[in-house]
C-alpha cells in the first residue's frame, strides 16, 4: 500500500469499517477488490468490512422500534396493507432479511419494518449477520476466484468492471423509480 503513509494503516482499516455506514455496497466491492491487490493479509480486509457492514445495519432496526411510539407512525401502521405486510414480516422475518440484503434500494425499509413491525432484535441481528456474512464472502470468493482463473489481468479490470455494474443496476433502479412513478399517474 504505497499511497499510505508507514505507521497509518489503521486508517485504512477506519475507512473499511466506515464504509458501509456510507454505502454498503461499493464499500464491499471496494474491499474485496483490495484482498486482491493489497499487501495487507486479505482476512484482516475481510473482518474489517464485513463488522463495519454488521454494525452499520445493526442501528436501523431502532430507527422502526423509535418510529412506532409516536402517534402519527401507529396511525400509518393500523392501515390495511400495513397490517398485510406486517404479518407478512413477522411470519417471515428471517427469510425477508437474508432476501433483502442481496436487494439494492431495499434493505433499509426492510431493516427499519422490522423494528416497527417488533421482530425480536436477536433473530433480527442473528439474520443480517449472517445475511451479512454471505454477501461479504459472495463478493470476496468471486473476485479472489475469477483473480485465480483470469490471473493479474482481471485484478487491475475487476474493481473497475464491478463498479461499473453496481453504478449501473443504480442507475437503473434511480431511473426506473424517478420516471417509472410519473408513467403512472
Known amino acids: 500500500m504505497d499511497f499510505i503513509p508507514e505507521g497509518s494503516m489503521w486508517l485504512l482499516y ?15 466491492i471496494g474491499a ?10 486479505w482476512l484482516l480486509i475481510y473482518v474489517t468490512v ?4 454488521i454494525t452499520s445495519d445493526s442501528w436501523k432496526y431502532w430507527l422502526g422500534w423509535a418510529a412506532k411510539h409516536h402517534s402519527w407512525a401507529k396511525k400509518f401502521g393500523q392501515r390495511p396493507r400495513v397490517t398485510k405486510m406486517k404479518h407478512a414480516v413477522l411470519n417471515n422475518a428471517v427469510k425477508t432479511l437474508i432476501t433483502v440484503r442481496f436487494l439494492p434500494m431495499a434493505r433499509i ?8 413491525f417488533g421482530v425480536s432484535y436477536l433473530k433480527y441481528w442473528l439474520s443480517i449477520t449472517f445475511s451479512g456474512f454471505l454477501f461479504v464472502s459472495t463478493f470476496f470468493l468471486a473476485f479472489h476466484l475469477l483473480g485465480e482463473l483470469v ?3 482481471i485484478k487491475r479490470y475487476l474493481p473497475f468492471v464491478a463498479l461499473g455494474l ?4 443504480l442507475m437503473v433502479l434511480f431511473f426506473h423509480r424517478r420516471f417509472g412513478e410519473r408513467g403512472q399517474h
Open 32 to 41: 474485496a477488490s483490495l484482498s486482491l491487490s493489497s499487501s495487507q493479509p
Open 109 to 116: 425499509a426492510a431493516y427499519m419494518a422490522t423494528g416497527f
Open 14 to 28: 477506519l475507512v473499511l469499517f466506515i464504509g458501509p455506514f456510507v454505502q454498503e455496497d461499493t464499500a464491499v
Open 166 to 169: 453496481v453504478g449501473t443496476v
Open 50 to 53: 464485513l463488522a463495519g457492514l
Open 151 to 153: 490471473g493479474e489481468q
